[in-house]
């Protein structure tokens, strides 16, 4: 893994948000991971190896969403504020590192996290990235997470992973049970998210 500038966490909001800094380029970029995620469980090709960003070129500061990985305790409060409660911390937590402007790549429920901080600050985001984004769960969806809803079924690789920043497996597999318990309600906490990003102005791909 290429070498951390810096690692901290900030109090946000009632939250400890654990963050990790690489590079020092003039392009900031925000990643965002996914349920239970890090940036080291996902976003690990931009961050090491042959595919790595230019940390010359670029600025990450990979977080970890309250409630998850080491922005806990409290662990994760569901429900319809969760992603709102998300995009506020994130978006103090730039302001607290004097970031005005910067880009976001989300993976998976992080990019849910990124489509809504460029809806509401779009003075803010400059551009997205959303990789494997859903804005509404359908049964094939929904049917692929709980083929993994098991994390002794996980590939060894991925687990260890994310034991880097979990206590246990334990602690993984009561995470992991919780947000697919979520991920069934989702539809109910968001009807309108199909049509709810039309504001965006930034460059997305």
Same mark, same amino acid.
């Given at each position: 893994? #290429?070498?951390?500038?810096?690692?901290?966490?900030?109090?946000?909001?009632?939250?400890?948000?654990? %963050?990790?800094?690489?590079?020092?380029?003039?392009?900031?970029?925000?990643?965002?991971?996914?349920?239970?995620?890090?940036?080291? &469980?996902?976003?690990?090709?931009?961050? =090491?190896?042959?595919?790595?960003?230019?940390?010359?070129?670029?600025?990450?500061?990979?977080?970890?969403?309250?409630?998850?990985?080491?922005?806990?305790?409290?662990?994760?409060?569901?429900?319809?504020?969760?992603?709102?409660?998300? +995009?506020?911390?994130?978006?103090?937590?730039? =302001?607290?590192?004097? %970031?005005? =402007?910067?880009?976001?790549?989300?993976?998976?429920?992080?990019?849910? +996290?990124?489509?809504?901080?460029? &809806?509401?600050?779009?003075?803010?985001?400059?551009?997205?990235?959303?990789?494997? +984004? *859903?804005?509404?769960?359908?049964?094939?969806?929904?049917?692929?997470?709980?083929?993994?809803?098991?994390?002794?079924?996980?590939?060894?690789?991925?687990?260890?992973?994310?034991?880097?920043? *979990?206590? #246990?497996?334990? +602690?993984?597999?009561?995470?992991?049970?919780? *947000?697919?318990?979520?991920?069934? *309600?989702?539809?109910?906490?968001?009807?309108?998210? =199909?049509?709810?990003?039309?504001?965006?102005?930034?460059? &997305?791909?």
């Amino acid at each position: 893994m #290429s070498e951390i500038i810096s690692k901290t966490c900030v109090d946000v909001n009632g939250w400890s948000v654990w %963050y990790e800094k690489f590079g020092s380029g003039p392009k900031v970029v925000l990643l965002i991971p996914g349920a239970i995620g890090t940036g080291r &469980t996902d976003f690990k090709e931009q961050l =090491k190896g042959e595919d790595e960003l230019d940390y010359d070129k670029f600025t990450l500061i990979a977080v970890e969403l309250p409630g998850w990985g080491r922005s806990r305790p409290p662990v994760r409060k569901y429900g319809t504020g969760v992603y709102d409660n998300d +995009v506020q911390c994130l978006h103090t937590l730039m =302001k607290e590192l004097n %970031y005005n =402007k910067y880009s976001i790549i989300g993976w998976s429920d992080g990019a849910n +996290v990124a489509l809504r901080m460029a &809806t509401k600050y779009q003075q803010s985001v400059e551009s997205l990235i959303l990789v494997s +984004v *859903y804005t509404y769960v359908t049964n094939v969806t929904l049917k692929l997470l709980m083929s993994s809803q098991t994390v002794n079924d996980w590939n060894k690789h991925k687990l260890e992973a994310y034991l880097r920043s *979990y206590e #246990s497996k334990d +602690v993984i597999q009561q995470l992991w049970t919780r *947000y697919i318990k979520f991920i069934e *309600y989702f539809n109910q906490y968001y009807p309108e998210s =199909k049509n709810a990003f039309q504001s965006i102005k930034c460059k &997305t791909l």
